[in-house]
């Protein structure tokens, strides 16, 4: 027998520090963990297109956030506050993981999809939203998404109008962006905003 001792490898770290202070667990990530400052000031530094855009300033997930939110509230004018702080916090797990292109996600598979649903689910949690997004107010914000994808796409990142078509359909008649990616500070300060905004209608008595 060999007399040399085998040194065990210390655990991978799965925690992320935030600024705030908090160490958030990627497996078993805890709300008590998750404050809005943290969310705003990560999406507002994670760039859409993996930063394949024009301007001065990448395009933020938190100012694309805050324009998918209007959208749906556009196409559903009746929409309830809870369901359009769903809408804000809809890619609110890449403050995290990041902005994944779909191609990239693709490959990843399943196990990418377990991270962000169980992110999604402590976000949710808390913000006191229900764990899973309900299936009409899903569609909903897939809609948004997509239209705001489209301007994105042919406003920003090179794309004719005929390929942002076949990716994410054409913008419904009436319904127009005029996107500018806005500095850091200012599309996390709008992010908060609008967060508090909607927290505060939520939890006014009726």
Not at 65 to 84: F, G, K, Q, T, Y
Not at 86 to 104: C, K, Q, R, T, W
Not at 164 to 184: A, C, E, I, N, Y
């Amino acid at each position: 027998m060999s007399n040399r001792t085998s040194k065990r490898k210390p655990p991978a770290r799965v925690w992320q520090r935030m600024l705030s202070g908090r160490r958030l667990d990627l497996i078993d990530p805890s709300p008590m963990d998750v404050e809005i400052e943290d969310i705003a000031h990560g999406l507002a530094r994670v760039a859409r297109w993996n930063g394949q855009t024009s301007g001065a300033h990448a395009f933020s997930v938190a100012q694309h956030s805050v324009v998918v939110e209007a959208l749906c509230v556009h196409i559903e004018p009746r929409i309830d506050p809870r369901s359009r702080l769903l809408a804000l916090l809809h890619d609110a797990p890449e403050y995290v993981i990041g902005d994944m292109i779909s191609p990239f996600k693709a490959v990843l598979g399943d196990g990418y999809k377990e991270i962000e649903t169980r992110l999604a689910h402590a976000i949710h949690a808390r913000f006191g939203l229900p764990a899973e997004t309900p299936g009409s107010l899903k569609r909903l914000i897939k809609k948004a998404d997509n239209i705001c994808a489209w301007f994105e796409a042919t406003q920003l990142a090179g794309f004719s109008e005929a390929e942002s078509d076949r990716f994410f359909g054409h913008p419904p008649r009436g319904v127009h962006l005029d996107l500018k990616p806005q500095p850091t500070e200012q599309a996390q300060a709008e992010f908060i905003a609008r967060t508090v905004a909607l927290l505060a209608e939520i939890e006014a008595p009726a």
